[in-house]
C-alpha cells in the first residue's frame, strides 16, 4: 500500500519524550496508529506532516 504522508508524533511513556513518525494517508488512521503503538502513553501530540 502506498502512503502519501509521514506524522512525527512525539509520545510521553513514563516520564520520557519518544519520538517516532508513522505513514499514514490521512490524520485519523494516523492518530489510530500511533494509539496502537504506545497504548500506555500519558500524551501523544502530533508534530508536523511531511509529503512523501
Known sequence: MNYYYKY??????????IK???C???VYS???KA???YPRAEKI???HT???
Do not use: D
Open 20 to 22: 517516532f513518525y508513522v
Open 30 to 32: 494516523a492518530i489510530q
Open 8 to 17: 512525527h508524533f512525539y509520545a510521553i511513556l513514563g516520564g520520557k519524550k
Open 24 to 26: 499514514a494517508n490521512n
Open 35 to 37: 494509539n496502537k503503538i
Open 45 to 47: 501530540q502530533m508534530q
Open 50 to 52: 511531511e509529503r512523501m
